[in-house]
């Protein structure tokens, strides 16, 4: 069995964990999204093109990232229902999010 680095055995319990969730038809996904991170189908539907358009062309690892982008937003903002972004909020948000995992900053 390979040794797993701490972010590859991350990803792997992330698979685990939500491999039933990611597989969800597009509308079921949404719905969940909505439901755990409270947010709209306009920022769902911006976060997947986003990330779709910056290389993640593979369904499951963007749903992945979504999961991961919006788990970490709610550990921040634990006391609010829903996530808000406010304008031009959401691409910025995501832009620092990315560049703190690709530093090592954001598992």
Not at 6 to 20: K, T
Not at 45 to 71: M, V
Not at 83 to 90: D, N, S, V
């Amino acid at each position: 069995m390979p040794v797993l680095l701490e972010s590859e055995q991350r990803h792997e319990e992330l698979l685990a964990a939500y491999e039933p969730v990611i597989n969800l038809p597009d509308l079921h996904f949404y719905k969940w999204c909505d439901k755990t991170y409270g947010i709209n189908r306009g920022v769902y539907n911006t976060l997947d093109l986003q990330l779709y358009e910056n290389g993640h062309e593979e369904l499951f690892g963007r749903r992945l990232f979504i999961i991961c982008f919006l788990s970490y937003l709610r550990a921040k903002d634990a006391g609010s229902e829903r996530l808000r972004f406010g304008k031009g909020g959401l691409a910025e948000t995501l832009s620092a999010y990315i560049a703190g995992q690709s530093a090592g900053i954001i598992n």
